[in-house]
């Protein structure tokens, strides 16, 4: 167990529709990052934030946004859903830049 | 542009050899590494890591070695188990405010009995 907890585990939903993907980070750490990964692909970093703020960009589409609260969990929304954001989503924590983050068991998103 | 690459997206070896999974990266500042393996159905999991002021890291049974010249990682399972079977990540640490972790696209290790 990595002490990263996401929910839900499975999403099944319609295309246009919107979704939010949750993360707790492990106990202390303050960066939380979001990646996706689709069938068969690596991992393509999403958005990372600190302590609240967001600190970088990835390939994250418009129609994607994320947040992370006061508590230091996170929020990953997906909007306006197309069959090709269809994939697993995961979400990763460190207590700081530099050093190795700490995957959760991710989400997998069907798009039908 | 930003990659890390693995030259063998597929690798299958005997029960009891030695494995070898390459990476290449593109960004001669990065400063830290680290491998992932990943099993069916589950997160990335964190096997070992290396800075880069260090050529090799040994753990159990898995040894990283770096070669900054090259911009070239690679990691060494010895004596492979079935239960090492799974998807291998290599990601880079690219230094700066955002200290982001890039990952390549995975080798796939097929442990034969």
């Known amino acids: 167990d990595s002490g990263v907890t996401q929910t839900p585990k499975h999403l099944i939903t319609a295309t246009g529709q919107r979704v939010t993907l949750r993360c707790s980070p492990r106990?202390?750490?303050?960066?939380v990052y979001w990646y996706q990964q689709s069938l068969d692909q690596g991992l393509q970093f999403l958005i990372q934030?600190?302590?609240?703020?967001?600190?970088a960009k990835g390939n994250i589409l418009e129609r994607f946004s994320a947040q992370q609260f006061p508590d230091l969990h996170s929020e990953l929304n997906l909007s306006s859903l197309e069959l090709g954001d269809s994939a697993l989503y995961f979400c990763?924590?460190?207590?700081?830049?530099?050093?190795?983050?700490?995957f959760g068991q991710g989400t997998r998103l069907t798009v039908v | 542009g930003e990659s890390v690459g693995l030259h063998l997206p597929t690798l299958s070896v005997q029960e009891g050899d030695n494995s070898i999974i390459n990476c290449a990266y593109s960004?001669?500042?990065?400063?830290?590494f680290i491998w992932y393996k990943q099993e069916s159905g589950k997160g990335p999991q964190f096997i070992i890591d290396?800075?880069?002021?260090?050529d090799k890291r040994q753990g159990q049974r898995v040894t990283v070695l770096l070669n900054k010249t090259v911009k070239h990682l690679s990691l060494q399972i010895a004596a492979t188990q079935p239960g090492d079977s799974a998807v291998y990540f290599c990601?880079?640490?690219?230094?700066?405010?955002?200290?982001?972790?890039?990952f390549g696209t995975g080798t796939l290790l097929a442990v034969q009995p």
């Open positions: 290396i800075r880069s002021n260090m």
């Open positions: 934030y600190y302590n609240g703020e967001e600190r």
């Open positions: 106990s202390g750490d303050l960066s």
């Open positions: 990601a880079e640490n690219r230094p700066g405010a955002t200290n982001k972790l890039i």
């Open positions: 990763a924590s460190s207590d700081r830049g530099g050093t190795e983050a700490f």
């Open positions: 960004n001669s500042a990065s400063d830290y």
